[in-house]
């Protein structure tokens, strides 16, 4: 076979090409040589600080989108007196400490002033909120830097929480006019029914009936809820709003409780004399074999938590990490690649959005099907 060195050809003149829109020219004379690498080496010196700084910026930019907060912040920007200003809404905060507090978190100024109610005086570290002594008290730490405030009970409608809210709401409105639909139109959907309608058959005739069998029905509304609930949280996670409900392990952790819940409530007897005396199996082989058992039901809630956690958690951060790339290269070649890339990712992410609902409802109606087997003749051979 013949290969064509027309390509390389091509590559190697094209480096050379843009090669001086990289590089630095010569010094102009030998005589200022010395003022000028004296003057290039504190350059070189203030962009490396400039770009550590820059680094640092990056990284806890991406470390707060990942985290719970309790206002939203859209962006910042400083006025002609390099006056910080911030963007976004607060939050109602909702706290029992002696009594209910109920305040606003713009008290908190994004951090830096204490927040005051009824008397008591409340402090933001790392994300959490302290208990302080006064309004210019703060928030003590030990030896490992983890802190020794009385934290009171927290009930605050966090960012996290309001996006749940108002998908919440978006699920509701949204099906109750499908349900409608059907009604007045002879079982036929109408407006932004006829788009979803297509997928909720594909979850009833694609993934409940083939993996739970013929009691799919009691499971239809949980796996229903389930696909749309993590899709639309995804879909927002992609937005500028800077949510990131799905990348909290507290949020996975409980939608893979509330399936293992259903399993373990919703099994037959099959199903629980396949865990602790499996049939066809010597008995002292059961003995051994009746612990991993058990906790292969813990492990499967376990693998759905990491799964969607870890998932969503990554999408994230390699989408952030490039963008700030464009900040960090700050030059037309590195930024325009930077920004296809993450052009190119983000339209990934909308199809992993969906995956990541469909994988999450498949595994719950397997092990709904699992927890539902009828039991075989075969078995007792």
């Known amino acids: 076979m013949v290969i064509s060195k027309k390509p390389l050809h091509f590559i190697v003149a094209a480096l050379v090409a843009f090669l001086p829109l990289v590089t630095v020219a010569n010094p102009e004379s030998d005589s200022t040589a010395v003022a000028h690498n004296s003057v290039t080496t504190e350059t070189a010196a203030h ?16 470390n707060h989108h990942l985290q719970d907060s309790y206002d939203f912040h859209l962006f910042s920007y400083e006025d002609d007196a390099k006056v910080e200003h911030h963007i976004g809404f607060p939050l109602p905060v909702i706290l029992w400490d ?40 703060e928030v003590t730490v030990d ?28 699920m509701f409105f949204l099906f109750t006019n499908l349900a409608k639909s059907y009604a007045k139109n002879g079982g036929i959907a109408k407006g932004a029914g006829r788009f979803f309608e297509p997928i909720i058959l594909y979850i009833r005739d694609d993934i ?80 051994v074999l009746a ?12 693998s759905l938590m990491i799964r969607l956690y ?19 290269f700050k030059n037309w070649i590195g930024s325009s690649l930077s920004f296809v890339l993450a052009f190119a990712l983000s339209l990934l992410e909308i199809l ?9 409802t498949m595994l719950s109606a397997l092990y709904f099907g699992a927890a539902n087997e009828e039991h075989h003749h075969d078995d007792h051979h």
């Open 143 to 170: 030896e490992k830097h983890h802190a020794t405030n009385e934290k009171p009970l927290d009930f605050s409608i966090t960012k996290n929480v309001f996006m749940m809210l108002v998908v919440s709401l978006i």
């Open 352 to 360: 992993v959005a969906a995956l990541q609902a469909y994988i999450f």
């Open 98 to 137: 002696n009594g209910l507090q109920l305040f606003s978190s713009s008290k908190f100024h994004h951090g830096e002033s204490a927040a005051e109610s009824n008397g008591n005086y409340y402090r933001l570290f790392h994300g959490k909120i302290y208990k302080v002594s006064s309004a210019e008290g």
């Open 310 to 328: 870890a998932n969503i958690v990554a999408g994230h951060v390699v989408l952030m990490s490039i963008i700030g790339l464009m900040f960090i």
């Open 208 to 287: 409940a009936i083939p993996n739970i069998g013929k009691n799919y029905k009691k499971y239809m509304s949980y796996l229903l809820t389930i696909f749309f609930f993590v899709w639309f949280l995804n879909i927002f996670g992609l937005t500028p709003l800077g949510v990131n409900v799905t990348g909290n392990i507290a949020i996975t952790g409980g939608l893979a409780l509330v399936t293992y819940l259903i399993t373990t409530f919703t099994a037959n007897k099959n199903y629980w004399g396949h865990i602790f005396w499996m049939p066809g199996v010597p008995a002292p082989m059961k003995l």
């Open 291 to 302: 612990p991993i058992e058990l906790l292969g039901t813990i492990i499967k809630p376990f």
């Open 47 to 62: 962009h490396e600080e400039e770009s550590k700084d820059l680094k640092t910026e990056i990284k806890e930019f991406i």
